[in-house]
């Protein structure tokens, strides 16, 4: 059974720019949420996705938007880019959403670098 | 304000020594409690789940986690440490009330194994 696959791996791009990620779940998850990864805040919730409505935002400003497809595919994208977004970003999928004890499984991330 | 806390950002033992890896969550309802690793340049692996169908946990690669509801707390331990498991841990939470199932993580702890 295939992960959680997250696409593109690696990314450099230039403030100012906008840059929009990509996320499969697991086959049958419909649920996805979005996780950012820094040295200095850790790893902090964006959004959630399931059934291609966003159930769930985190506090990022509205520069970072999402979106979830029928299949269950979901991409962010994220605005005017700072410097201050150069992160890892995380995609987790899960089989249902609003279940606290659903376990969510995380694709290998993608590394955003703003220069 | 309820989220998790996990205690010493660096553990550094010797292979074939315990480990401990602390993690306390603050909130009147205990929530459901998740360890994650996650290894250089990779996403998250699920180790193991706390679902209040038993305080003993045990998860994968040997490691297991007993939680404690007059401690607040859900500490990782692994009785023989080997090289393999040096990487970054993480303690997560997802609490209830309301519509958000969002994961609180702590700030992580990193792990480092010497021979």
């Known amino acids: 059974k295939a992960g959680v696959t997250q696409t593109p791996r690696y990314l450099i791009k230039t403030r100012g720019q906008q840059v929009t990620l990509s996320c499969s779940p697991i086959s049958g998850h419909r649920s996805v949420s979005w996780y950012q990864q820094t040295p200095g805040q850790g790893l902090q919730f964006l959004f959630e996705y399931f059934s291609e409505t966003q159930r769930n935002k985190g506090n990022f400003p509205g520069r970072f938007s999402g979106r979830q497809f029928s299949n269950s595919r979901s991409e962010m994208n994220v605005s005017t880019l700072e410097l201050g977004d150069s992160a890892l970003y995380l995609c987790?999928?899960?089989?249902?959403?609003?279940?606290?004890?659903?376990?969510?499984?995380f694709g290998q991330g993608t590394r955003l670098t703003v220069v | 304000a309820q989220s998790v806390t996990q205690l010493g950002s660096h553990v550094s033992v010797s292979e074939g020594a315990l480990v401990l890896l602390r993690c306390n969550y603050s909130?009147?309802?205990?929530?459901?409690l998740f360890w994650y690793v996650q290894y250089p340049n990779q996403g998250l692996q699920l180790l193991l789940k706390y679902t209040s169908a038993a305080t003993l946990v045990k998860g994968i690669n040997g490691f297991e986690a007993e939680f404690k509801k007059s401690e607040t707390s859900f500490h990782l331990t692994k009785p023989s440490a080997h090289m393999s498991d040096a990487a970054e841990y993480f303690c997560?939470?997802?609490?209830?009330?309301?519509?958000?199932?969002?994961?609180?993580f702590g700030k992580g702890t990193l792990l480092t194994v010497n021979p």
């Open positions: 909130s009147s309802v205990p929530p459901y």
């Open positions: 987790a999928s899960s089989l249902v959403a609003g279940n606290p004890n659903t376990e969510a499984f």
């Open positions: 997560a939470g997802r609490f209830s009330g309301g519509s958000n199932y969002k994961l609180t």
